[in-house]
């Protein structure tokens, strides 16, 4: 279970972690450690469900490339303090879906220890896109924006990116989680596949659950 902080001492009343039901496809790579286990797993899943008539050094091929892709992946979560990275494993009409999921966590931010409702009216005025939301008892916010393409960061296509910026209960340091849905859908972030992912994301958070055990 993806563990909400490993530096501060833990009261009774503060959650120990979270839970989070991805979509079905989905698999979840954890960030702290069991990095290379998990991703070992999802590379010998995926190689297992090829077909047994491609010649062997193409799946190996194959097996190298998204091993790549899930290091590469999981890399830039961690630089982002990320605790859990989830990614679409499964293809759907012969496509991985271009999205992920990442958890992440911030000991300290714009007010970090100011009331957490200072801190969501700050958050609230300071985008556009955003919108307070309440998620199994924390009041956070939910902010939607559009990341432009970035080619000398090899960023090739904009992106659609959803936060869900939620305070950490009974926190005596005033921790921070940031749950954050990124996709470039079809090449269009406000196209209606785009709409249609963001609203999965959207659903999935209905089922972000404080765990205390």
Not at 80 to 88: E, I, K, R, S, V
Not at 91 to 116: C, D, F, K, W
Not at 156 to 162: P, Q, T
Not at 177 to 186: E, H, K, P
Request: with cysteine; aromatic share 6%.
């Amino acid at each position: 279970m993806p563990e909400v902080s490993d530096d501060v001492s833990t009261p009774a009343t503060m959650p120990l972690g979270y839970r989070l039901v991805p979509p079905p496809g989905w698999d979840m790579i954890p960030l702290r450690e069991g990095t290379d286990e998990a991703v070992k797993r999802i590379v010998d899943r995926g190689v297992a469900q090829l077909s047994e008539d491609i010649p062997r050094d193409d799946v190996i091929k194959a097996r190298l490339e998204l091993m790549k892709r899930l290091n590469k992946a999981a890399q830039q979560a961690r630089k982002a303090d990320g605790l859990t990275l989830y990614l679409p494993v499964e293809r759907i009409h012969g496509t991985l879906i271009p999205a992920s999921i990442v958890v992440s966590e911030a000991l300290t931010g714009p007010g970090a220890r100011t009331g957490s409702g200072q801190v969501v009216a700050h958050l609230l005025a300071d985008g556009a896109g955003s919108e307070p939301v309440s998620i199994d008892g924390a009041d956070g916010v939910r902010g939607d924006k559009t990341v432009a393409a970035d080619p000398e960061r090899e960023v090739e296509y904009a992106s659609r990116r959803i936060d869900y910026v939620l305070p950490v209960p009974k926190s005596p340091v005033a921790q921070w989680v940031t749950i954050c849905f990124s996709t470039i859908a079809d090449g269009d972030p406000h196209s209606e596949f785009a709409e249609v992912l963001v609203e999965l994301f959207d659903a999935v958070m209905t089922t972000f659950r404080w765990s205390y055990s």
